[in-house]
């Protein structure tokens, strides 16, 4: 049976949060060389100790930075890893049912390495801001490290002679994620997310129809990134949680991926996570049945939007959590909103207040159900 006192909690988050305006405008500032990297740091030191204020505020055990540093949740991770670089393009690689994020694809330019990223510096900033509360550090999933150039952008990529044998690149996608594990690790951090959207496209009829116009093997695809996630996590030490959060899309309150579980349901729970966050906010998620296949893993119920300010109503979700029990026991069982507040910078369409309500809502939801 599962402790709920450990992470994932009962009341937990995905990580990202709104930003306010003033870092905002240094960010604007900074990019136009107005002000230096250093003003534009301690302006971030200022928003995230903020930030981690009212974290520890509302209650959760475990607090993050909001990725107030960052500009996408996955690109400023994955092009810093070493012979990774960003390539800018006319379209996203994915359609938004809505605005559209500026494009972007990547190239491989050497054999990727993890080495001495920044998000280690991040991570030691946050630790000294937060004192000895928990923090969570969110980070790409592996997998889209590969989906990105070989799947997305199948049509242009053209690998290096290193990666023409695609095993090599899941070799060193899994080293380099080793590596980041462990440096992670010898800072003090115990609570890793993956943050992962293949899942989410692999849920969507449409797009798996698209992808195998284009000879891609969803299938081969879905279990290669397991097996490579699984080589991963072997590496992760016995005191550290790495969960994982699968996205449907989320920039400017909009979303490009639809469809249940059922076609990876299978799959993806063979990944040796210690928990999965799963959007469940609309009927684009589809029913409970597919947790069914997650035997002994914890569930994190994305059950209440971050995309909109409205409140659920809260005996509704209940009654949802209490259907899901049908699948998996209460203990193994878990909430928070379907993502973060703002995967990129832009954020979604609502108030900081309005977040805030919504995290109320959500510990309050969860402490009626678990009690804590």
């Known amino acids: ?9 009962t009341f937990d988050i995905v990580g990202s949060f709104l930003r306010p305006a003033y870092l905002k405008e240094a960010r604007t500032n900074f990019a136009a060389g107005r ?36 500009t996408m949740w996955h690109l400023d ?58 923090v969570k550090q969110t980070i790409p999933s592996p997998s889209m490290l590969h989906l990105i150039p070989c799947i997305r952008g199948k049509e242009s990529y053209r690998p ?29 951090c115990r609570y890793l997310q993956f943050d992962d959207t293949s899942w989410g496209e692999f849920c969507d009829i449409e797009k798996r129809a698209a992808y195998e116009a284009l000879g891609i093997d969803l299938n081969k695809v879905a279990h290669d990134y397991v097996d490579c996630i699984n080589r991963i996590l072997a590496s992760k030490p016995a005191d550290m949680t790495i969960t994982t959060h699968i996205c449907r899309g989320n920039f400017r309150s909009t979303w490009f991926s639809s469809g249940g579980y059922d076609p990876i349901a299978k799959t993806l729970f063979q990944a040796n996570y210690d928990g999965f966050f799963l959007e469940y906010d609309s ?4 029913d409970f049945a597919p947790l069914a296949h997650a035997g002994n893993r914890i569930v994190v119920l994305g059950l209440l939007t971050s995309k ?36 990129t ?22 402490k009626k159900v678990w009690g804590n």
């Open 308 to 343: 909109f300010p409205e409140l659920e109503d809260e005996n509704a979700v209940i009654a949802r959590i209490h259907e899901a029990e049908k699948y998996l026991p209460l203990e193994q069982l878990r909430l928070s909103t379907q993502c973060g507040f703002s995967s």
């Open 1 to 9: 049976m599962s402790n709920l006192k450990t992470p994932p909690f």
């Open 283 to 286: 009927d684009r998620s589809g």
């Open 77 to 134: 991770f994955l092009e810093e890893l070493q012979n990774v670089e960003h390539v800018d393009t006319a379209h996203w690689s994915v359609e938004f049912k809505g605005p559209k994020p500026k494009g972007a694809q990547l190239t491989f330019t050497g054999k990727i390495a993890f080495g001495e990223h920044p998000f280690l510096e991040h991570f030691k900033r946050l630790q000294e801001i937060t004192g000895n509360h928990l």
């Open 160 to 188: 290096i002679e290193r990666y023409q044998d695609e095993s090599n690149l899941y070799d060193d996608i899994v080293e380099t994620y080793q590596d980041a594990i462990r440096a992670f690790y010898n800072l003090g």
């Open 345 to 366: 910078e832009e954020g979604n369409v609502m108030t900081e207040d309005e977040q805030w309500a919504k995290l109320a809502h959500v510990k309050r939801i969860a």
């Open 35 to 70: 002000i230096s990297r250093e003003e534009l740091t301690a302006t971030e030191d200022r928003a995230i100790s903020e930030l981690v204020h009212k974290e520890k505020e509302i209650g959760l055990k475990a607090v993050t930075d909001g990725e107030f540093r960052r």
